[in-house]
């Protein structure tokens, strides 16, 4: 498995419509690609956004990336939608379940 973390904060002055059409798009397209296993995000009470998205492998993760409709969401995203990100990822992550 390979995880890819987005943390963000979004811009004061966001067009919160754009942005949700957008984010739905890139979700929808998202789990149609190859090694799609997941998408979730979490919004914390001072409003910065952590979404998580599992993939099969590495290499499933960076096709997504680099796919055309994708590359030109994310840069309407630094252009429009965030004041800041980090995108932090994980090859074979250890992980432990209960029950």
Known sequence: MYLVVFRNRKRADIDADAYAQDAARMEAMATQRPGYLSFKSYVADDGEVV??????????A???RAEAHH????ARGRAEYYESYTVITCDNPWTHSFP
Not at 51 to 58: G, N, V
Not at 71 to 74: L, N, P, R, Y
Request: charged share 30%.
């Open 51 to 60: 979404a998580i998205s599992e993939w099969e492998t590495r290499a499933a």
């Open 62 to 64: 960076k096709a997504w």
């Open 71 to 74: 590359a030109e969401i994310q």
